[in-house]
């Protein structure tokens, strides 16, 4: 596509995302992108939420209730009209045709730019997403986004979220908190990238406070239109098992005394989990994608390769921690267990 300059736009036309809908709101990570956005003093935020839902919403964005992804869009289109971007940030257990559903109506509401519920390891490594069986649901999101030829899509490529992955049990990042043990994965030197769930919210309210387009030949400032249908890099930390072991210790006040370590290969790891989910075993899903994320070389560190748009995005360092801290106070309050989240493999599958 040709580029575009906002001197060239139409009367009226502003060069900012000021009107910004997001579905999944009252979920962890909808949650922190819509208070990173309200914070900024930039954009409208319209919250989507279906009519039956108990979630807390976040104060301070307008809210609108209506059942969506049936085959009637009438409403979400209705709703979506004068929104200029939209942040799908769904539940894996959602119907897997939902999304789908949703860019098609966004396309028919004339939206700009959808953020299609990828928040995770790197899009652009082929053989990781082939790996991890999220290829081609990636390619029929993106190409069904790509298909109307109205919206652009844009896909956070953040890692494996902190919080959420330390505390999750070693089926993760290896750690038991519960029982004070640690799986460490090929010797616990691969470093991989890892975002926290506020350093996501502020990527996307940082993208989204973009100028839209350079304003002529002249300007060569970051606009949003540079990142039209590819990923955002972004990281709070690049870190090996080791480095994240070292905090924890530095938390709990324990030393290795303190803690049982095993060792496993992450190969092993990921081919005996693989067989479990093709025998019908979807709870092995989680140790599936970690295992596979954390082969040396094996694409978890998209820093090494493809650089971050941390700097540009004007995103803080973060102190690991005060991350670790949250990590280590969620797993003991079980707010981190698996869940519903290996039910991700059958929608995978089915697509």
């Known amino acids: 596509m040709a580029q575009r300059y906002s001197k060239d736009q139409p009367q009226g036309f502003r060069n900012r995302i000021k009107n910004v809908a997001i579905i999944g709101a009252g979920g962890r990570m909808g949650a922190h992108i819509a208070e990173a956005l309200l914070k900024t003093g930039n954009h409208v935020v319209k919250v989507i939420s279906r009519p039956n839902s108990t979630s807390k919403l976040p104060s301070g964005a307008q809210v609108e209730r209506i ?39 966004a396309a028919k509401a004339g939206v ?24 081609d649901a990636k390619t029929r999101i993106c190409t069904e986004v790509e298909s109307f030829g109205v919206s652009s899509y844009i896909l956070l490529a953040c890692g494996f979220w902190y919080e959420f992955s330390l505390g999750g049990g070693p089926d993760r ?24 769930w506020p350093q996501c919210g502020r990527a996307i309210a940082s993208l989204m406070s973009l100028k839209e387009l350079p304003d002529d030949e002249n300007d060569h400032s970051v606009t949003l239109s540079q990142f039209r249908n590819s990923p955002v890099y972004i990281s709070s930390f690049r870190l090996n098992q080791w480095e994240m072991f070292d ?30 989910i093709l025998q019908g075993d979807s709870h092995a899903f989680v140790k ?53 989240v290996h039910r991700r493999v059958i929608h995978v599958l089915q697509d």
């Open 67 to 105: 059942e969506y992804g049936g085959n009637d869009d009438t409403e979400i289109v209705r709703a979506l009209q004068g929104q200029q971007a939209l942040i799908i940030t769904m539940s894996v257990t959602a119907p897997r045709d939902t999304i789908i559903k949703l860019i098609r109506a």
């Open 112 to 135: 700009s730019y959808i953020l299609p519920n990828w928040y995770g390891h790197d899009p652009a490594n082929e053989k990781l997403c082939q790996d991890t069986y999220l290829a």
């Open 173 to 196: 990042y290896g750690f038991d908190f519960k029982n004070r043990s640690l799986v460490v994965f090929d010797g616990g030197n691969t470093a991989i990238n890892t975002s926290t």
């Open 247 to 276: 905090s924890v210790k530095r938390i709990t006040g324990t030393d290795d005394a303190d803690w049982t370590i095993t060792h496993e290969s992450t190969e092993e790891r990921y081919t005996i989990s693989k067989a479990s």
């Open 288 to 340: 599936f994608l970690y295992s596979r994320t954390f082969y040396p070389n094996g694409g978890g560190d998209f820093e090494s390769t493809r650089g971050l748009h941390n700097d540009i995005l004007g995103l803080p360092m973060e102190e690991i921690d005060q991350a670790t801290s949250i990590a280590i106070a969620m797993a003991e309050k079980e707010e981190v267990v698996d869940g519903d």
